[in-house]
Nanobody
Framework: QVQSVESGGGLVQAGGSLKLSCASSGRTSSTYTMGWFRQAPGKEREFVAAISWSGGSASYADSVKGRFTISRDNAKNMVYLQMNSLKPEDTAVYCC??????????????????WGQGTQVTVSS
């Protein structure tokens, strides 16, 4: 059974850093592009970052480019999101998911499935 479990969230002051982790179960999880998304209260879920199965290609939302870094360790079936220079507007529940479709854009939520429960990130001003 495929499952994603996120961890590493918490409360941090603006300008601080957090590193999120996503454990992706499933025998073939290392062969999929993985993505991070976030959802703030009252807002729709939005794309944050994605990384190819090899780790050789990464994509970022403009709002986090230069501040966040996505990485993965296929030997451990783990995906990470290093978040630096955090801002109050980064406050959200962060989820990871597996990209199961490749017919559209890597930024599109509809390309992903096997969502985790998420981990809360709160950035105070």
């Amino acid at each position: 059974q495929v499952q994603s479990v996120e961890s590493g969230g918490g409360l941090v002051q603006a300008g601080g850093s957090l590193k999120l982790s996503c454990a992706s179960s499933g025998r073939t999880s290392s062969t999929y592009t993985m993505g991070w998304f976030r959802q703030a209260p009252g807002k729709e879920r939005e794309f944050v970052a994605a990384i190819s199965w090899s780790g050789g290609s990464a994509s970022y939302a403009d709002s986090v480019k230069g501040r966040f870094t996505i990485s993965r360790d296929n030997a451990k079936n783990m995906v990470y999101l290093q978040m630096n220079s955090l801002k109050p507007e980064d406050t959200a529940v962060y989820c990871c998911a597996r990209r199961i479709k490749t017919s559209g854009s890597v930024y599109s939520i509809s390309e992903y499935d096997y969502w985790g429960q998420g981990t809360q990130v709160t950035v105070s001003s």
